[in-house]
C-alpha cells in the first residue's frame, strides 16, 4: 500500500487523477495540494510513500520542490508540458505522465514503484545470497556480498564483481526491489552500488552532484537528489 499526495494547483486535475487512481486500490489518497507550501507541509506531518506532482504551479515549481522530497518518498510527475522530463528523470522521477493520463500510461508507472519499506523488509535477499551468473562459458555463483554494482543498460543490468562483469535480463528498478537498502544504496536512475564497496566520495562537475569511488576503481556519478543522502550514510554523529 502506498500513501498518496496529489499536488497540483487546478482542483479539475486532482479530481481526474483521483478517479484514475480508483482503479489501483494499492494507492491510498492521503492528502491533496494546491502549490508546494501545502505540500511540504501535509510531508512533514504526514506518512506520505508516493507523491503525484504537477510541475507548473505558482510560486515553487514542482521540480523545485522535488528537490526537497525525501529520497525515500517516491514520486511521478503529472504535467501538460514534455520539456521537463530530462529535468524530471534528474531528480529520479518515477515516471513523467503527460496530461490527460492516459490509464494503461498511470498502471505501466505505478508497476515501476519501489515497494514501501514495511512491504518489502521481508522480500530482501540476504548478503549471502547467491546468483548464478555467466562469464564467458562458464557460470559462476556469486555472494550479494561480492558485487559491487548494479549498472542499468537497457533492459539488462551489468552486474560488476571481482571475477569481472556479467549481465542479466532485469531492469533496476526489479533489483532495487529485492536489495536490502541497508547494503545497497542507488546512486542515480543507472546505478545501484554496494555501500561497503565504496571508498571515497569527490564533488562532481554538475552542481550538487558527487562521484562515488569504489574499491575496485570504479566512479560512478550520483544524482542531486541521492547525494545528500549518500552523505548520510557515512555520518555517524
Known amino acids: 500500500?502506498?500513501?498518496?499526495?496529489?499536488?497540483?494547483?487546478?482542483?479539475?486535475?486532482?479530481?481526474?487523477?483521483?478517479?484514475?487512481?480508483?482503479?489501483?486500490?494499492?494507492?491510498?489518497?492521503?492528502?491533496?495540494?494546491?502549490?508546494?507550501?501545502?505540500?511540504?507541509?501535509?510531508?512533514?506531518?504526514?506518512?506520505?510513500?508516493?507523491v503525484f506532482l504537477d510541475i507548473q504551479m505558482p510560486g515553487i515549481t514542482g521540480l523545485q520542490l522535488a528537490q526537497q522530497i525525501q529520497a525515500s518518498?517516491?514520486?511521478?510527475?503529472?504535467?501538460?508540458?514534455?520539456?521537463?522530463?530530462?529535468?524530471?528523470?534528474?531528480?529520479?522521477?518515477v515516471d513523467y505522465l503527460?496530461?490527460?493520463i492516459a490509464p494503461e500510461r498511470l498502471a505501466k508507472a505505478l508497476q515501476k514503484l519501489r515497494p514501501t519499506s514495511n512491504s518489502a523488509a521481508a522480500h530482501y535477499l540476504a548478503e549471502q545470497h547467491g546468483i548464478l551468473l555467466k562469464f564467458g562459458d562458464s557460470q559462476r555463483v556469486v555472494k550479494l556480498s561480492e558485487i559491487s554494482r548494479f549498472e542499468s543498460i537497457g533492459n539488462h543490468?551489468?552486474?560488476?564483481?571481482?571475477?569481472?562483469?556479467?549481465?542479466?535480463?532485469?531492469?533496476?528498478?526489479?533489483?532495487?526491489?529485492?536489495?536490502?537498502?541497508?547494503?545497497?544504496?542507488?546512486?542515480?536512475?543507472a546505478d545501484i552500488v554496494r555501500i561497503?564497496?565504496?571508498?571515497q566520495i569527490?564533488?562532481?562537475?554538475?552542481?550538487?552532484s558527487l562521484i562515488a569511488v569504489l574499491d575496485d576503481g570504479q566512479r560512478v556519478d550520483v544524482?542531486?537528489?541521492q547525494a545528500q543522502l549518500l552523505k548520510q550514510q557515512f555520518s555517524a554523529f
Open 223 to 225: 544524482s542531486r537528489r
Open 157 to 189: 543490468a551489468a552486474v560488476y564483481t571481482p571475477y569481472g562483469k556479467s549481465f542479466i535480463h532485469s531492469s533496476l528498478s526489479k533489483i532495487e526491489q529485492k536489495l536490502d537498502p541497508a547494503l545497497f544504496f542507488k546512486a542515480s536512475r
Open 73 to 93: 518518498t517516491q514520486f511521478i510527475f503529472c504535467t501538460a508540458y514534455n520539456s521537463f522530463a530530462l529535468n524530471a528523470f534528474e531528480l529520479n522521477a
Open 1 to 50: 500500500m502506498y500513501n498518496c499526495l496529489l499536488v497540483d494547483d487546478e482542483r479539475l486535475a486532482r479530481a481526474e487523477l483521483k478517479r484514475l487512481l480508483s482503479a489501483h486500490p494499492e494507492c491510498v489518497i492521503v492528502a491533496e495540494a494546491a502549490n508546494a507550501s501545502e505540500a511540504l507541509t501535509c510531508l512533514t506531518t504526514q506518512s506520505i510513500d508516493l
Open 196 to 199: 561497503s564497496a565504496i571508498s
Open 98 to 100: 503527460l496530461k490527460p
Open 202 to 208: 569527490e564533488p562532481a562537475i554538475a552542481e550538487g
